[in-house]
């Protein structure tokens, strides 16, 4: 399947060497594709990748502080004043903890998980949240963190949107364009968008709530091949010509209240 | 001069540094540039001795929820985010009993981790979680490297347009950028601990404000030369501020 974005300019499609560089973190909805042919044949990063240099440290099931501590790490010393930046601003609920050895399992332990199958499921499948429950807290420490910690400190209240404000100073003047990209949940800080950065008004989890109900969903970034291209199509043209994402551009779009 | 008394409302957040004066020892204070502040202005001091950032953060937030603070002043410290804000130190003024800067500070800037696994002061009920949460989520995640510029980050864009202006504070350490030259939200260049950094060779200062009398009254003056004419505090006024290495 072919993107049609009627931006392709020589200076995109050139060698890779002169391609521009384009930096993606975040959680499955933005990690490299993974494509099972009998459910996805195309991933929104598939195009970013063919067409841009892609460095793309996108890991799925992994959480907001994750990833800042993933594009800390890579971006460390680079010089990335002619980079764009692409960050996924996942969910904070998925803790980052050193127990969990592989980052793709934070999102098992997350705390969000838990409260969206109770929300969904809560007359129905009264047994899918008791199961739940038993795996989020048959870990001791993982118990007390939560109660100690979470509940307790105003990190409920203030950790998506202190990271998100961390990300606005120590991104803004480093790289030619950053794109924050909200995923479960909206910053409630005012950011000013402007050339060099922004920050979309819309859900990325959002544009295809309604056809996963908040089950697992196994197509590539979580999206039909259609509303992957018609991604890829958004992302191309704030790359090359700083037109705001629209959640208009996706008909399956629904707002979902319990997320935001 | 002054705004005319009591009209102009200032509240106040942060840890020792900040809280209203204790004065009931005159052998070791007189002066507290929280007293004067209070004196002159209409002040809600909400700030707390041993208490952390995050602590203060919750204050900020609780405190100044549904009002309108619009044409107020808000003056925050930005303590240590190291001495955590967890349930079971039942009184927040404990938390600096349980911060992990103690060790910091007392292994010439590395991590005292033996130290403080051995201390005995954090074995009781909760030693365990406290040590299983220092390793397995503050040096383990960002938090060490990053929650103090999250804060601060945060506040930034919390407190600009609910408040007339803003202070900022570093207490202990500093921001690591630069905050908007345009805007209602100000940083001084130090911490306020290096004031007098040198002459603390006791763990704990017990004067007001852990300064002399002399410099909490440069200090008022300082503050109220901010809040009047939006001019920002200079470590230069103090004789006896030195940088911490």
């Excluded at chain 1, 790490?73 to 998925?94: A, P």
């Excluded at chain 2, 980050?153 to 347009?161: D, G, M, N």
Aim: charged share 25%; hydrophobic share 35%.
């Amino acid at each position: 399947m072919e993107v049609h974005t009627g931006i392709h300019t020589a200076q995109m499609i050139t060698s890779k060497k002169n391609k521009q560089k384009v930096w993606v973190f975040g959680d499955s909805y933005f990690e490299g594709p993974i494509i099972h042919p009998k459910i996805s044949t195309y991933s929104w990063t598939k195009y970013i990748d063919t067409n841009f240099d892609l460095a793309n440290f996108a890991k799925g099931g992994s959480g907001l502080d994750w990833s800042l501590q993933q594009f800390l790490l890579h971006t460390h010393k680079q010089k990335t004043q002619n980079d764009i930046l692409i960050f996924g601003l996942g969910s904070h609920y998925r803790f980052n903890l050193k127990f969990i050895d592989d980052p793709t399992f934070q999102g098992d332990y997350s705390l969000d998980r838990y409260r969206l199958i109770a929300e969904n499921d809560r007359e129905s499948k009264i047994s899918t949240i008791k199961k739940v429950y038993k795996q989020f807290f048959s870990n001791s420490f993982l118990k007390e963190f939560v109660k100690e910690y979470i509940l307790h400190s105003s990190y409920e209240i203030t950790e998506f949107d202190k990271t998100v404000a961390y990300l606005y100073f120590k991104t803004k003047d480093k790289f030619k364009k950053v794109l924050l990209f909200p995923i479960f949940k909206l910053p409630k800080i005012e950011i000013l968008n402007d050339k060099n950065f922004y920050i979309p008004d819309f859900c990325m989890a959002n544009i295809e709530y309604n056809n996963t109900k908040g089950q697992w969903d196994s197509r590539a970034n979580h999206m039909s091949n259609e509303n992957n291209q018609l991604f890829a199509n958004s992302i191309i043209r704030w790359i090359t010509d700083n037109d705001c994402l629209s959640k208009n551009t996706f008909p399956t779009y629904t707002e979902n209240a319990l997320l935001n | 001069m002054h705004y005319s008394t009591k009209e102009q409302k200032v509240w106040i957040f942060g840890d020792s540094y900040f809280q209203s004066p204790i004065l009931d020892n005159p052998l070791v204070s007189q002066n507290s540039w929280t007293a004067f502040i209070e004196k002159f202005y209409k002040t809600k001091n909400f700030a707390q001795g041993g208490t952390g950032l995050d602590w203060s953060l919750q204050q900020l937030i609780i405190n100044t929820k549904k009002k309108d603070t619009k044409d107020d002043i808000l003056i925050f410290g930005l303590g240590s985010h190291y001495r955590f804000n967890l349930k079971f130190i039942k009184e927040p003024k404990y938390q600096a009993n349980y911060s992990l800067d103690r060790y910091k500070f007392f292994s010439k800037g590395k991590w005292g981790i033996k130290k403080y696994k051995q201390d005995s002061s954090i074995k009781n009920i909760s030693a365990n979680f406290l040590k299983q949460f220092i390793f397995e989520y503050v040096l383990h995640s960002t938090y060490d490297t990053t929650e103090f510029d999250k804060v601060v980050s945060y506040l930034y864009f919390f407190t600009k347009k609910r408040f007339k202006k803003v202070l900022l504070f570093p207490i202990f350490q500093k921001f690591s950028f630069n905050l908007p030259k345009d805007s209602n939200v100000y940083m001084p260049n130090f911490c306020m601990a290096d004031i007098e950094f040198k002459k603390i060779e006791q763990e704990v200062d017990p004067r007001a404000n852990h300064m002399s009398d002399e410099n909490n009254i440069i200090f008022y003056n300082t503050i109220n030369n901010w809040i009047q004419n939006n001019i920002l505090p200079d470590k230069s006024l103090f004789s006896t501020y030195e940088e911490r290495q």
